[in-house]
């Protein structure tokens, strides 16, 4: 995204602000000006004219410059109202050599979760695949993965609901489905998907998919997930979730220190009796605590195995075995 037009759209909302103080604040001709604010108005903003300048009076509700603007994190948008994978696309921009850039989707049409799995991604999703270039070997990569997770968890809160997190990558919402259960059931309101490229002490590129149920109806979304505007009653606003997200996941990669806490925070998986599934077996038994960079602690009649990779059941609270 032009850097020019980030620098004019802010400059509009502070405004407002003449045409020829704007091309010398920003060294460009005022020719230049008016196609940026063009530009901003073709992209669904609200720009007005007077006699005191530009003024911003709305901004639209999704796309690149929308999510951009005003966003605190620095990282540059790429929008696509429809893509295969924006993890897809991700790598490609990677193998371009280009990063910290968050390709953004209304809607994926090859969507696709861990193991290869489908992933749904109707329209009304926060679809979004982050591409860094990480000074850490590759060992530590799975830490990026419950970032992700937290950033997400945090967002939701923030919008009102009570998000939590299954190990390592998805985040549930309990949800009352009429059974007598003292439990409540769990839904997926999230995934996340991970990919790098790198050498053995090196990380290449990572790239961290990141699909939310955000606008999504309940009737495009499969029986064991559900969705913010499910919950919530109403849309949600996903400019803003988007922006908190993004915001929260560069915060913790400022500091790797935090992750782990601000994950167990947020768990679910622990305290609960589980069955993993793991490439060389099952592992059953309580899941007592996680260390870095992200392998579950469980508790089995053999003592502690620690679980680094594995598709993750909760079969009961501990206490209530």
Known sequence: MNE??????????????????????????????????????EAGFGV?????????????????????HGLDAPYEIEYHDTVGSTNDRARQLADDGASDVVVVADEQTGG???????????????????????????????????????????????????ARIKWPNDVLVAVDDGAD???????????????MEGEADRVSWLVVGIGVNANVAAADLPPTATSLREQLGEEVDRRVFLQRVLEEYHELGTDADAVLPAWREHA??????????TPTGEVVGDAVDIESPGALLVETDDGIVRVSA??????????AA
Do not use: F
Not at 48 to 68: C, F, K, M, N, Q
Not at 183 to 189: D, F, I, S, V
Not at 310 to 319: I, N, S, T
């Open 268 to 277: 679910l998986t622990l305290g609960q009796h589980v069955r993993v599934e």
């Open 310 to 319: 594995g598709d993750c059941e909760h079969l009961r609270p501990v206490d």
């Open 112 to 162: 696709r979760g861990r193991l290869d799995r489908e992933w749904a991604a109707p329209p009304g999703g926060v679809y979004a695949s982050i591409l860094t270039r990480p000074t850490v070997p590759p060992s530590q990569v799975p830490l990026a993965t419950l970032a992700a997770a937290v950033a997400v968890t945090r967002a939701a809160r923030e919008a009102g609901i009570d």
């Open 181 to 195: 259960d003292e439990e409540p059931a769990h839904r997926k309101l999230a995934g996340i998907l991970t990919e």
């Open 48 to 68: 007005e004219s007077g006699d005191e300048g530009y003024r911003l009076t709305s901004v639209p509700e999704y796309g690149g410059l929308a999510i951009a």
């Open 4 to 41: 020019t037009r980030r620098r004019v759209l802010a400059a509009l909302a502070d405004g407002p602000v003449s045409g020829p103080a704007l091309a010398d604040e920003l060294g460009v001709s005022r020719a230049a000006v008016w196609k940026h604010v063009e530009a901003i108005r």
